[in-house]
């Protein structure tokens, strides 16, 4: 029996206009600007937070990309010795993954011997193997992969770029397709730009410049576009920006179609797109919450139509054990396919009043970009005039500002750490080597850098710099700013010593000094703050003047009183907490 809601349902509610919606939701924000619900992308166009019917006619016609909605699973295996990298990609098999990656770690591991020995009992016709990393002569690889028995029939590819050589060289490649015919040989990798701060937008339209590149470069050297569009991997990365990330491909498959007619091939018939969770907010120190986070991108991906993905393991094996970490993460695709059954229906955002608008105006944004490297000559013209690495560098900055202020939040990182585990205790040094390996190309590595140096120069000294927190006044307002300086203060490694409501008299002095803590910070929720904190500054200073004095909230009225009372600073939502965290640092002797 199928049941289904009567249209005289949807008559009892009348169509509400969005003049109409927006009317209301000012009225009800009262003092609060509109401008404040409306979301301003890192990608520098505005999305309000409620789209309507109204937008319909600027809707994309974006192509599916696909008949159904299944995807690869593939799992990336580091080839130091090649027999124990065959153990484990046959091994991965069980997890139910449908693709390996070899990552390559030096040329020889990728002689035709290793090769053979790294394909032992995979069958290449029944599921895509790629190739990455530090990778012979594509030419070379190549040859050898097509002397493999039944390798002539896999659908993986070469993740790493192939370098100009000659034009006969580039000619030599469209041959290759031949013997290989279903191999992708053509990468478009957007992976580092994403590690140096891209945004959506930008990595669309990096995209489409290295496809545009890889067009012209192999259509001069006698190739069909055609035919190089159907050798072609775009691979883009996944992360935690959920709506954003889901309208990527999205708004991808729309522009590849209007770049592919400029260049005579079909606009149906799209590169292959191959997702990989970011590991830009990876965290070290929380490695659990990671799996949220890759769960989170997995979906994305997934309901975004890519055909290929690839999630990274949450846990680089400093905090949790490789095999666990490994399995861990391989159920995260077994979830969502067999619990979750997202393969049941085909670009599910597909007429979303917000999902579509968000595509459109990613769309516009990647198109002006792509545009702007296109008259600079090209993504290689681009790239070797700095063009990129500045367009980058102001993504990057602008990120690291929200997320030095807290405007962007990293559960685990710049918002509520947790504890070290004893097997972490047990890794600090390796683990802080790579967090400074990996700080520019992490967005989380600088707060937990800074965390970890505060706990490593605890276990030198033996003891943690402490907070004591001071709160005056109406609870209800002291005690939240008490609990937003907790959390501020436990991102920089700080021990928490206690938090007390005290009255401003001798033996709360006392009290306060029994904790011995490094900082006091005062929460005062009265109507003019100043003569409280004033009097305890002051009193603090002639008992203890190594006490650091810290006030909670944004300087008042008259709060040069307070400075020269010994007021250290305040503290409050906006400050760049990494910037003040590094300053209480310097000033409790930690660097």
Wanted: glycine share 6%; with cysteine; net charge negative.
């Amino acid at each position: 029996m199928t049941n289904s809601l009567p249209d005289s349902l949807f008559q009892e509610f009348p169509a509400v206009s969005r003049a109409e919606w927006k009317t209301k939701a000012t009225s009800e924000l009262k003092e609060t600007p509109y401008e404040k619900i409306v979301w301003k992308t890192p990608d520098g166009f505005e999305l309000e937070p409620w789209c309507s019917r109204e937008e319909h006619d600027s809707f994309l016609q974006v192509p599916a990309g696909k008949h159904a909605n299944s995807w690869t699973n593939c799992r990336v295996i580091t080839v130091t010795d090649p027999s124990a990298a065959n153990c484990a990609a046959l091994k991965s098999f069980a997890s139910d993954v449908s693709a390996i990656e070899f990552h390559i770690t030096a040329p020889h591991l990728a002689s035709p011997e290793n090769l053979s020995i790294l394909l032992s009992g995979i069958e290449a016709s029944a599921l895509p193997v790629y190739f990455s990393g530090n990778l012979p002569p594509a030419a070379d690889m190549l040859a050898a992969l097509s002397s493999l028995p039944g390798f002539r029939g896999n659908e993986g590819g070469l993740l790493s770029p192939l370098p100009f050589v000659s034009r006969e060289a580039d000619l030599a490649y469209g041959e290759r397709l031949e013997t290989l015919p279903g191999f992708r040989l053509f990468a478009v990798d957007t992976i580092s730009y994403n590690e140096h701060g891209s945004t959506p937008a930008l990595e669309i339209a990096l995209a489409l410049a290295g496809v545009s590149e890889t067009l012209n470069r192999f259509t001069k050297a006698g190739l069909s576009a055609d035919r190089i569009i159907s050798a072609t991997e775009i691979i883009l990365p996944v992360g935690t920006s959920h709506f954003s990330e889901l309208a990527k491909p999205r708004a991808l498959r729309y522009l590849l179609g209007h770049l592919l007619k400029a260049y005579g091939a079909n606009p149906a018939s799209l590169p292959r797109l191959f997702a990989k969770t970011s590991r830009r907010t990876i965290s070290l120190l929380d490695p659990y919450t990671n799996i949220l986070r890759l769960t989170t991108e997995a979906v994305s991906a997934i309901l975004g139509g890519y055909e290929t993905l690839q999630i990274g393991a949450f846990d680089n094996g400093l905090s949790v054990e490789n095999d666990i970490a490994e399995r861990i993460t391989g159920n995260i695709h077994l979830v969502l396919q067999s619990e979750a059954t997202l393969q049941r229906v085909v670009d599910p955002a597909s007429g979303s009043n917000y999902i579509e608008t968000l595509t459109r105006k990613l769309a516009v944004s990647a198109w002006e970009s792509f545009r702007k490297i296109e008259a600079a000559g090209g993504l290689k013209a681009a790239e070797e005039s700095g063009m990129i690495r500045s367009m980058l560098a102001a993504s990057a900055a602008r990120e690291k500002k929200e997320i030095g202020s807290r405007k962007k939040t990293l559960i685990g990182v710049n918002r509520y750490p947790w504890p070290l585990t004893p097997e972490q205790d047990g890794n600090m040094g390796p683990i802080e080597t790579a967090l400074e390996a990996g700080l520019e190309k992490s967005a989380s590595a600088s707060y937990e850098l800074l965390r970890l140096k505060t706990l490593t120069h605890a276990k030198k000294n033996g003891r943690l710099p402490s907070v004591f927190i001071w709160t005056i006044g109406d609870p209800a307002i002291s005690f939240r700013q008490a609990a937003f300086c907790e959390d501020f203060f436990k991102c920089g490694g700080f021990h928490i010593e206690g938090m007390a409501s005290l009255p401003v008299e001798e033996k709360s002095y006392a009290a306060v000094q029994q904790r011995k803590p490094d900082i006091v910070v005062l929460c005062i929720a009265e109507k003019d703050t100043v003569p409280a904190a004033e009097q305890i500054c002051i009193s603090l200073r002639q008992l203890q003047p190594a006490i650091l004095k810290v006030m909670a909230g944004k300087p008042p009225f008259g709060h040069e009183k307070l400075l020269e009372a010994g007021l250290d600073s305040f503290i409050y939502t906006g400050v760049n907490v990494l910037d003040m965290l590094e300053t209480y640092q310097r000033k409790t002797g930690v660097q």
